[in-house]
């Protein structure tokens, strides 16, 4: 097999990009169960201890995966460590082409993108906290208003929730098909999943 300039890319088919006390036993788990039953190859971090960085194997996920679902929560805005995750998507959605599809958890699209709300707050406390480094705050308003604005899928327009789940397994499918480096199976069931060892 031809090895292509994206083949650093494909360990991961999509990295689940969530805030953990929001949605980790809930959507995002029905998420990443969905996927993984369509044999797509899914990062979802399962460490529950967090520091204050995001750790070099986060950031070698993010970077490996061509798809990153961004799950926008009522307290997403709170987390400096979603937050960095998606300063990194993004530049991978620039510098490597990685498809980001953002959704709306019981969230309004508007609240992430005028960072008003529940966003609102968090960011002011932000900005107390990292007085001497506004730039890194500027940096996450940045990147919420620039993932508000793609293309995405509101929870809200869907009932019950597992509707939601299958819509965007559909969505992922279909663009992990299209995908130019994926090594697409075409029985009917497996997309870009097995990997040559």
Request: net charge negative; aromatic share 10%.
């Amino acid at each position: 097999m031809a090895s292509s300039s994206l083949s650093f890319q494909e360990k991961y088919d999509v990295f689940l990009n969530f805030r953990g006390e929001d949605t980790r036993n809930t959507f995002a788990s029905y998420l990443y169960a969905a996927l993984s039953a369509k044999h797509i190859s899914t990062f979802m971090d399962h460490e529950l201890e967090r520091g204050d960085k995001i750790s070099p194997t986060l950031s070698k996920a993010i970077e490996e995966s061509k798809i990153s679902v961004i799950i926008f929560s009522e307290n997403y805005a709170s987390s400096t460590w979603c937050l960095d995750e998606l300063v990194q998507i993004l530049e991978c959605k620039k510098t490597r082409e990685q498809i980001v599809i953002p959704i709306f958890y019981y969230i309004d699209p508007s609240v992430v993108q005028k960072q008003s709300g529940s966003y609102g707050v968090s960011l002011a406390d932000l900005e107390e906290r990292f007085r001497d480094r506004m730039e890194k705050v500027h940096q996450w308003r940045a990147a919420l208003t620039e993932a508000s604005n793609l293309s995405g899928l509101d929870s809200r327009e869907f009932r019950p929730e597992n509707k939601l789940v299958q819509k965007i397994v559909e969505d992922i499918s279909k663009k992990l098909f299209r995908y130019p480096s994926s090594n697409v199976h075409m029985n009917g069931q497996h997309i870009g999943i097995e990997k040559k060892v």
